[in-house]
């Protein structure tokens, strides 16, 4: 059975860092892409990053390029986002997830998610 | 980056009512389309992949339609576990870009 399980949220001050973990099980990691999906307070769901099976090709959204960076650690079968200079607007709720098939996670949907981890930022 | 717009943002409906919602794209891609479903406090869950592929497990009474820039989920028959968020998402290109989600609530 797939499961994703997200951990590191919590409350963090503007500007400061957090980084988030999704360990996985039940499936071949590194033959998946992963990506890292947020859902803001009463609003709809944004991706964020994904990130090759192989490690060595990340993608990111305009909203955290240069902030943001996704990594993953095969033999632990875990994913993480290590999120710098954080924004109030970064305040979601941060699900990881599995694309559906292949390692370059291209033409690919998501078909396992972890039940989400909440990141929010205030002073 | 491809847009995708939901149609109607919320829908009120009778349990037993035949619902569909419609997600339109900026641009054309083929069926590289997936529908899911959430309820609140949850994940989102893929109920269609490839625009018209039944994920496994889900009712069939949840069917998709659709190619281009023009797409459909149609619910045949409203059950009461059906009343939720659905959401569209294009994955023919990064990212995969999300429709911003319609409500089906209970009338």
């Known amino acids: 059975e797939v499961q994703l399980l997200e951990s590191g949220g919590g409350l963090v001050q503007p500007g400061g860092s957090l980084r988030l973990s999704c360990a996985a099980s039940?499936?071949?990691?590194?033959?998946?892409?992963m990506n890292w999906v947020r859902q803001a307070p009463g609003k709809g769901l944004e991706w964020v990053s994904g990130?090759?099976?192989?490690?060595?090709?990340?993608y990111y959204a305009d909203s955290v390029k240069g902030r943001f960076t996704i990594s993953r650690d095969n033999p632990k079968n875990t994913l993480s986002l290590q999120m710098n200079s954080l924004r109030a607007e970064d305040t979601a709720v941060y699900y990881c997830?599995?694309?559906?098939?292949?390692?370059?996670?291209?033409?690919?949907?998501?078909?396992?998610w972890g039940q989400g981890t909440l990141v929010a930022v205030s002073s | 980056d491809i847009q995708m717009t939901q149609s109607p943002s919320t829908l009120s409906a009778f349990v037993g009512d035949r619902v569909t919602i419609t997600c339109r794209a900026s641009?054309?891609?083929?069926?590289?389309l997936a529908w899911y479903q959430q309820k609140p406090g949850k994940a989102p869950k893929l109920l269609i992949y490839?625009?018209?592929s039944l994920e496994s497990g889900v009712p069939s009474r949840f069917s998709g339609s659709g190619s281009g820039t023009e797409f459909t989920l149609t619910i045949s028959s409203l059950q009461p576990d059906d009343f939720a968020t659905y959401y569209c998402?294009?994955?023919?290109?990064?990212?995969?870009?999300f429709g911003q989600g319609t409500k089906v609530e209970i009338k």
């Open positions: 997830a599995k694309t559906s098939g292949g390692s370059s996670g291209w033409y690919s949907c998501f078909d396992y």
């Open positions: 039940g499936f071949t990691f590194s033959s998946y892409a």
């Open positions: 641009q054309s891609f083929s069926t590289w």
């Open positions: 490839k625009a018209s």
């Open positions: 990130i090759y099976g192989s490690g060595n090709i990340t």
């Open positions: 998402q294009q994955y023919k290109s990064y990212p995969g870009t």
